[in-house]
């Protein structure tokens, strides 16, 4: 039983986009068009090679900002500060959500390649502000981002996670091979299950998983 396998977790860790709101929510669909926007004036291309930068730089890099960074030099506050400047409104409050991420025992975290302020507006919208101990963004891991294992070892030093009595939620299962390494239990929440060694446990609904888990 999933519950057994989770008694030992004192601290829990959430990945935010596509993990604490449903991917059918689609509110990355605004990010990923700034972006876009933002390749195109800051290195002067058109809209379809700046996708195809987005994309390479994401899964070369971990996040498109890390590849502008590497790459082209882009100062990483001003980029962050226009890419989630959007619309919350695609978003809906999650009451059942809330109540699981309460009832858990231990510390609760946010860890997201996005900012600590962005993250900030998304729990407002969702109902979820209050439940965590802890929101920490890309910019909080010195701008590595996972899957670096940097951006960890960064964000676990700050917030003192102890990794063997910690479990990692994420949608991006490249996320889950560092936490998976340093010994916390992986969950990967997704529409479809991704088998690898590095993912213990799978869910297409992170509310009733984490049912399974309150006594």
């Known amino acids: 039983m999933p519950r057994e396998l989770f008694q030992h977790i004192d601290t829990w860790v959430f990945d935010l986009d596509n993990t604490l709101y449903p991917p059918h929510m689609r509110l990355f669909d605004q990010i990923e068009e700034k972006m876009a926007h933002f390749v195109m004036r800051e290195i002067g291309v058109a809209r379809e090679e700046a996708n195809s930068l987005r994309q390479k730089y994401w899964a070369e890099y971990g996040t498109t900002l890390a590849g502008l960074m590497e790459l082209h030099g882009v100062d990483p506050d001003p980029y962050l500060i226009e890419v989630h400047d959007i619309s919350f ?23 997201t390649n996005g900012t600590a302020p962005y993250a900030e507006n998304v729990l407002k919208v969702r109902g979820l502000s209050g439940l965590f101990d802890g929101v920490y963004g890309v910019e909080n891991a010195s701008y590595c981002p996972k899957p670096q294992r940097s951006a960890f070892e960064q964000i676990f030093a700050q917030a003192k996670v102890e990794p063997e009595q910690a479990a990692m939620f994420e949608d991006d299962p490249r996320n889950l091979v560092v936490p998976h390494e340093m010994g916390m239990r992986t969950v990967h929440v997704a529409p479809q299950a991704w088998p690898a060694k590095h993912i213990q446990h799978h869910t297409t609904d992170l509310t009733n998983f984490l049912a399974k888990l309150l006594p």
């Not at 409104?89 to 860890?111: C, H, M, N, S, T």
Request: hydrophobic share 40%.
């Open 89 to 111: 409104e695609p978003l809906k409050p999650d009451a059942r959500l809330a109540d699981r991420i309460y009832q858990l025992p231990g510390r609760k975290i946010v860890f």
